[in-house]
């Protein structure tokens, strides 16, 4: 614990994880912008008061997606983390995750861990993950990972007063620190141990960070810069290549973790009309299926009307013959059988084409 005795509790994640809603709701009124010596970007702090009567500063710390930063807020963050005199260091992190995205929100989580510092999960949004059916199983998690996880929402407040109980009792205890998530290739090992022979530093995966990033550590002195620069010549510590690695065998290790974790029923519920899209926009069946129905309507329209317009031509030379039996021949029965009879059977004989179009296009238009 830090000198100045007040616990000090950082809360660390990814952009839009929900962090300062979290603080927020934590810290309530109670907070500034931190004073933080040579600290450009803003960092918020507050106070919380726990429960069981802890008093605790509170310190939202800028979204970050790993120590190997590639911006200065991120750049921020590891230069604090990778620093225990530094005055924003904290005792114990509070690690916010988007629990709907949590295959991206652990990397962070993972070089936390390996840096020694006690930290327990917040699962924020659970809210949402509920809406959209999403199970969690926190057990899982909390075995496989090794720290504690907790379902919040920092939207309905749900779960916060389990959160700072669990934190309170989290934080005054002795927590036990899990092994180290990601184990060093030979070379990041040979670094690491020359890095603790020449510095005071008792973490291995601290030791591997400044040596990664001793060109920009500010709290590094330029004669310190100039021995890591040298360890990491001397060990041919191909820094940005065994960055990537790592990120990469950190996510290998955990996304397994997370999918037996998390129980996602599907990106969206699934309707009656996603079914009927995937196979009628599928890219074999879905222009089958086209041609198919535009034969089927064709051949209704040019084939199995002809049923009915036959019966249409049958009824109405039946009447002609019928009237031309029963009426003399004059102008008069001349005027039905060859006008009004022949007129309408010329139009009436279309009808059962006209109308098989009509009804098909009126039942796509669905
Ligand atoms: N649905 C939901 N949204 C949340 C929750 N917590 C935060 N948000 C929203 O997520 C967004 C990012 O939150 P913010 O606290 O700014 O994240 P930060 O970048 O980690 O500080 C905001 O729009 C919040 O309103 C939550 O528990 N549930
Ligand atoms: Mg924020």
Redesign the pocket.
């Known amino acids: 614990m830090n000198n100045s005795k007040v616990l000090r509790i950082a ?1 660390a ?12 709701l934590l810290t309530g009124l109670r907070q500034k912008t931190g004073n933080f010596p040579g600290v450009t970007v803003d960092i918020k702090e507050g106070k919380i008061r726990f429960p069981g009567g802890t008093e605790a500063r509170l310190i ?1 710390l800028p ?1 970050t997606y790993s120590l190997h930063p590639n911006a200065s807020d991120e750049q921020l963050v590891t230069s604090i983390l990778s620093n225990p005199t530094d005055p924003a260091f904290p005792d114990v992190i509070v690690y ?1 995750a ?1 629990v709907t995205h949590l295959e991206k929100h652990l990397l962070l989580l993972t070089q936390i861990i390996d840096l020694g510092i006690p930290v327990m999960v917040a699962l ?5 993950a509920a809406q959209m059916g999403i199970r969690v199983n926190t057990q899982l998690l909390e075995q496989k990972i090794g720290v504690p996880f907790v379902n ?5 407040g ?1 779960n916060l007063p389990q959160l700072l109980l669990d934190l309170e009792r989290f934080a005054t205890s002795k927590p036990t620190l899990p092994g180290p998530f990601y184990p060093f290739g030979e070379t990041e090992k040979q670094v690491v141990e020359a890095v603790i022979q020449n510095f005071k530093v008792n973490n291995p995966y601290r030791a591997l960070l400044w040596a990664h990033h001793a060109d920009w550590l500010p709290f590094l002195t330029a004669e310190e810069r100039a021995t890591l620069r040298t360890i990491v010549h001397t060990k041919s510590l191909q820094s940005l290549r065994t960055q990537v690695d790592e990120t990469l065998d950190r996510y290998d290790r955990f996304t397994p973790i997370v999918q037996t974790a998390i129980q996602q029923p599907r990106a969206f519920p699934e309707t009656n009309t996603d079914r009927i899209d995937t196979v009628l926009t599928h890219r074999l069946w879905g222009p089958l299926i086209f041609f198919s129905i535009m034969l089927l309507v064709f051949q209704a329209i040019y084939d199995w009307s002809t049923w009915p317009m036959d019966m249409i031509e049958t009824v109405f030379s039946d009447l002609n013959d019928w009237i031309g039996k029963a009426l003399p021949d004059n102008w008069f029965r001349s005027l039905l059988t060859d006008g009004v009879l022949a007129g309408l059977a010329g139009i009436l004989v279309f009808v059962p084409q006209i109308a098989i179009l009509f009804s098909s296009s009126v039942y796509w238009k669905k």
């Open positions: 809360l994640g990814n952009p839009n994880s929900g962090k300062s809603t979290v603080f927020n939202d979204g916010v988007d924020n949004m659970s809210d949402t919040i929402s920092g939207r309905t749900e």
